[in-house]
């Protein structure tokens, strides 16, 4: 019926009014802003997040290795139970955080069950590409430094695997329980690798998942849409002593030394009197920028005078339009060594962050670690951290729309309607899924997200992002229950997220958060295996790295898909991931070969369809 419908329309000619911004922030009365579920329940987002990304990962080699993905010494399986549970997770009560307690729990079994599923076409297709059956592991903890291959194990591979179309390098870090490391990469030249020990921070949250009492990292490559494998070998395996160099406690408050970590993009200061983040300076540019975070947390509304409405998963309602911050003073410990260097912040008892750079990189990297939020004062809480800088910035804010084109947010005010504010907070917050930015007429400030999160600039110069909530009423959507998450040791669940700080001209900026962002969204697959597996075939040669394509696509072309459509038909999807005008160096056009692009399989024919894959693109003309 769809299609006779818009044929119908079609036919009528008739003119219709285009549409340039959005709906958000959407609200159904006064003082009820839905703007809760772009942070609600952040872990689930992040799982899903990280969730598709090894979907992409399974969907490549799936194709690369054909039959022998689905068929082989790991068993039988296909990428289609990870793609239906991603399907499902897509719905409007799954990834919005939306949706009862039990029920948000049976949706993120469904993507473990699909990661199952993938990790057997994982595991099949890299047996067959490296030419090696071996015990490959997936470590899903490594944010908390778990995994327990790299923790036992004297030697072992690391099979780092690139879905994004150029080379990309990755630092590398995981849990071990030695001191000294030889770390051989794919020709058996020494790669440069240090041991630092694990966080009290992590240790904290880990609990009794793990006991690694150290961190080996190291800098690895990998060529486009194919892998690289590193050889990794304990050398030693005595007390550690920290040196120099690698960690060194700060002098703390007490004499108000500065503190600061740089390479040779990037150098951070911190105040001496209070531990904050103090600024951020751009050495390639000579740019300093004043710029202050800290955490904060808004008292959740159960209902007043001027409305019934209480916080909830769906809506966002603060008690006073003033959060309440969560450390006038943090503790601090600098953390350096040759291949990173660190602040480690402690905020609370129950907020803590890591100030991170490593070498070669040009942004500023927080790790932040928020929960179990504290409830026995009878307070819902929607945490968020602030970055408060000295940009102009006219009450503009802009975010992504779907991690693509950029949309100007105005506070309080909307472009085609007047707008009758009544909530100066959550009626200006904004999704934000990829990055938001702030700018003056010659700096922009550029915060890119793991996840999905709400966002809003509510003074000139200020940014937040809502990192975690825990509230205690329901907000009468649907939900029926508060937004509480206990989580797996029953005291509320820790959230553990990262945002990366970009600061640069306006005119340049494009050119570093779109790349980065795509290869935040689509990062390396790490797979860890004890080596030493048997031949995948009779005479099969090793195979240490590979790559399916012939040479890199341009840095503004993304493969978005490389998918098996059938078992004679590959999907590929591209797109061009700079908007027009945004870049003098990457909004201009490009053609690709397409037939000169893959080296792993040869194209035959090729037919054009809509996005959407139902149906050719030249019946859509027609």
């Not at 399986?77 to 990834?95: I, W, Y």
């Not at 993507?111 to 890299?126: E, F, K, M, T, Y």
């Not at 408050?253 to 740089?262: P, R």
């Not at 050495?283 to 004043?290: C, E, N, S, Y």
Request: glycine share 6%; charged share 20%; with cysteine.
């Amino acid at each position: 019926a769809l299609p006779i419908y818009l044929w119908e329309l079609n036919k009528a000619n008739l003119s219709w009014a285009v549409k340039y911004d959005d709906f958000f922030p959407y609200a159904d009365g006064p003082h009820m802003f839905w703007t809760g579920y772009f942070t609600s329940r952040p872990t689930f987002k992040g799982y899903e997040r990280q969730t598709n990304n090894f979907l992409q990962v399974c969907n490549q080699l799936e194709v690369l290795a054909g039959p022998q993905a689905r068929n082989g010494p790991y068993g039988h399986a296909d990428s289609s139970v990870l793609k239906r549970a991603m399907g499902v997770a897509q719905h409007h009560d799954a990834v919005s955080g939306t949706a009862k307690q039990a029920v948000a729990n049976d949706y993120a079994k469904r993507l473990a069950a699909g990661r199952d599923s993938c990790q057997v076409v994982i595991s099949n297709a890299l047996a067959s590409l490296i030419g090696r059956k071996e015990n490959f592991v997936f470590c899903d903890y490594l944010n908390i430094s778990v995994c327990r291959l790299s923790e036992t194990l004297s030697q072992f591979l690391v099979i780092l695997y690139n879905p994004l179309a150029r080379t990309v390098t990755w630092n590398v870090r995981l849990p071990v329980s030695g001191t000294v490391y030889k770390v051989l990469d794919p020709s058996g030249n020494s790669v440069t690798n240090e041991v630092l020990p694990v966080s009290d921070f992590t240790k904290d949250i880990r609990r009794d998942k793990g006991s690694a009492p150290n961190e080996l990292i190291f800098q690895a490559s990998a060529p486009p849409v194919g892998f690289s494998t590193y050889t990794v070998s304990r050398l030693s395996n005595k007390a550690f002593r920290p040196s120099r160099g690698q960690h060194a406690p700060a002098p703390g408050m007490a004499g108000k030394t500065s503190l600061e970590i740089k390479n040779e993009h990037v150098r951070v200061l911190f105040d001496p009197n209070t531990g904050f983040l103090q600024e951020i300076q751009n050495l390639d540019k000579d740019i300093h920028l004043p710029i202050r975070q800290n955490f904060y947390w808004y008292k959740s509304s159960s209902g007043n005078a001027d409305s019934i409405q209480a916080s909830g998963a769906y809506i966002f309602r603060p008690n006073q339009s003033i959060p309440i911050p969560m450390a006038t003073k943090v503790k601090t410990k600098l953390v350096q060594g040759a291949l990173v260097s660190e602040v480690y912040q402690n905020f609370s008892s129950w907020c803590s962050q890591v100030v991170r750079l490593y070498p070669g990189q040009k942004f500023v990297e927080l790790e932040w670690t928020v929960g179990p939020i504290p409830i026995t004062d009878e307070w819902g809480k929607e945490v968020i951290t602030r970055l408060d800088s000295s940009l102009s910035t006219d009450s503009r804010v802009y975010t992504d729309s779907n991690g693509r084109e950029i949309l100007e947010r105005r506070k309080d005010y909307r472009e085609t309607w007047k707008l009758n504010q009544t909530e100066s907070v959550a009626g200006n917050y904004y999704p934000v899924n990829s990055r938001i930015y702030i700018k003056d007429k010659k700096v922009q400030l550029t915060v890119l997200t793991d996840r999905s999160q709400g966002g809003a600039s509510l003074s000139n110069g200020s940014l937040e992002l809502m990192v975690h909530r825990r509230l205690l009423h329901d907000d009468a959507r649907g939900v029926g229950e508060p937004l509480f998450e206990p989580g797996e040791y029953k005291d509320g669940l820790v959230v553990r997220g990262k945002h990366l700080l970009f600061v640069d001209t306006v005119e340049s900026s494009a050119d570093l958060h779109r790349p980065q962002a795509q290869q935040e969204y689509m990062a390396p697959q790490v797979v860890l295996a004890p080596g030493g597996g048997a031949p995948y075939s009779k005479d099969q040669d090793l195979r240490l790295q590979f790559s399916a394509v012939k040479k890199e696509l341009p840095l503004n072309v993304h493969l978005l898909t490389l998918a098996q459509w059938d078992p004679h038909t590959v999907l590929i999807r591209m797109e061009h991931q700079f908007e027009k005008g945004e870049s003098a160096n990457f909004s201009q056009s490009v053609i690709v070969n397409l037939q000169d692009l893959f080296s792993a399989f040869t194209i035959t024919s090729l037919k054009e369809m809509t996005l959407g894959v139902n149906q050719s693109k030249q019946i859509g003309r027609a």
